[in-house]
């Protein structure tokens, strides 16, 4: 347990981020689920406007070192990849 008052400042610091981290990750998962449940209803225009909604979420996620920079990079790209997929002819 802390002892002194710096070490106990450190752990209320350390609560208050651990909470808004996993507030900000549950919030992008849910976009990206979102996301992804409009490419597997075939729905375009749906995938569009929940991926113009996730990927700022993402982009900043991976900002504030919730997930690494390239973790994010990579799921907005793959995200977008397979919305643009979906006009394409299979």
Not at 57 to 63: D, E, G, P, S, V
């Amino acid at each position: 347990m802390a002892n002194t008052k710096s070490a106990k400042k450190a752990v209320r610091k350390i609560t208050t981020r651990t909470a808004v981290n996993k507030s900000r990750r549950s919030h992008m998962r849910t976009e990206i689920r979102r996301v992804e449940e409009a490419i597997a209803a075939g729905d375009q225009d749906k995938a569009f406007e929940a991926l113009g909604a996730a990927a700022p979420l993402i982009a900043r996620a991976a900002q504030k070192g919730i997930v690494h920079k390239n973790t994010g990079s990579r799921k907005i790209s793959r995200l977008t990849q397979r919305v643009k997929g979906m006009s394409a002819p299979a």
